[in-house]
């Protein structure tokens, strides 16, 4: 593996390849696993990660790179084999999440800014030495008639500068990931809600970036698609969502970042494939558009395997579909008949 973070960058966005993000922090994995009623136990947390990172055909063929958390980085498979290595022997770029989640903006009602900055050279020089690759930082930026504020915005995004100069600094290619989200209360915004506010996030956040001299051929964007609140009247078809999240991203994000791999945000699993392919089957970019899904690659497999060593197959198979199938999304080649086949 090279060790320039601009050609870690481009194998992280190749052809037909995206991103596993399997960073859900020890509070997330409770909630997805009580969905399955399964103990949050670092054993089962293990396991779960194995079974994904074993699945051959979907790690080598659609996984250009693994997000994980701090526990994971540090894991090993059963047989001793570090998760590191497993990830590495398959093609795929081990990556860590680094912040430490959104917390209340003072003075900000309704608003978050992400923390964990403080410490952070310290920390990423120790996640290079395990491995990492790169790295993922969330900001959370909530949506109604009067939010975001400017300010909310504005402090999200340097943040998000500050963490990106940091990571190249240490050699570590950062994705950074501002998520306008669909799905928290009210959740009742249009798409062309969804569109304004999407766009003065994307240039709000180049700006502080250009600002913080990060080298945008090392980098990776990791946007929200532009799609109504989940409990908007008026959803949308895969051509309007396509249609507004590439006219958004063509005025914000310059052509030297090499790809964006978007987040799914709550869409349901064929929504985030249907969505992906409509936007490569219709549009040529600058950049690649990919994934970095965690529900939407996900989901199907937790619920195969439910907590039972007897159903890792089970599970392995489930996240290999969904890893196929984006695949071909990820190049435009995708059609719903194949969900079937
Ligand atoms: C996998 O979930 C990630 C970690 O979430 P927490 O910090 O809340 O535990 C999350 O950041 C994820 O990487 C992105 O939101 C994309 O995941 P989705 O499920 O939206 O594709």
Known sequence: ????????????????????????????????????????????????????????????????????????????????????????????????????????????????????????????????EAGARFAKWRAVIAIDDVLPTYGGIKANAHALARYAALCQ??????????????????ADHTIERCHEVTAAVLKTVFAELS?????????????????????????????????HTVSVLKRAVPSAVPGIAFLSGG????????????MNAAFDTPWALTYSYGRALQASALSAWGGNADNVAAGSDAFTQRAKMNSLAAKGEWKEDMEAA
């Open 267 to 278: 869409q349901s699993v064929i929504e985030a494939t249907a969505n992906l392919n409509a």
């Open 1 to 128: 593996m090279s060790e320039r973070i601009e050609d870690i960058a481009q194998a992280m966005v190749q052809e037909g390849q995206g991103i596993l993000a399997a960073d859900e922090s020890t509070g997330t994995i409770k909630k997805r696993f009580d969905s399955i009623g399964t103990e949050n136990t670092e054993a089962n947390r293990q396991a779960y990660r194995e079974m994904l990172f074993r699945s051959q055909e979907a790690m080598n063929d659609c996984i250009s790179g693994v997000i994980m958390f701090e526990e994971t980085l540090y894991q090993k498979a059963v047989d001793g084999t570090p998760f590191v290595d497993l990830i590495k022997a398959a093609g795929a770029v081990p990556g860590i999440k680094v912040d430490l989640g959104a917390h209340p903006l003072p003075s900000a009602p309704g608003e978050t800014v992400t923390e964990g900055l403080d410490g952070l050279r310290g920390r990423l020089s120790n996640y290079y």
């Open 169 to 186: 600094e240490a050699g570590i290619v950062p994705i950074v990931e501002p998520e306008v989200q669909m799905d928290a209360d009210p």
């Open 211 to 243: 600002d913080q001299n990060v080298k945008l051929e090392g980098m990776i964007l990791k946007p929200n698609m532009v799609v109504p609140g989940s409990k908007c009247a008026a959803q949308c078809s895969p051509e309007e969502v396509a249609h």
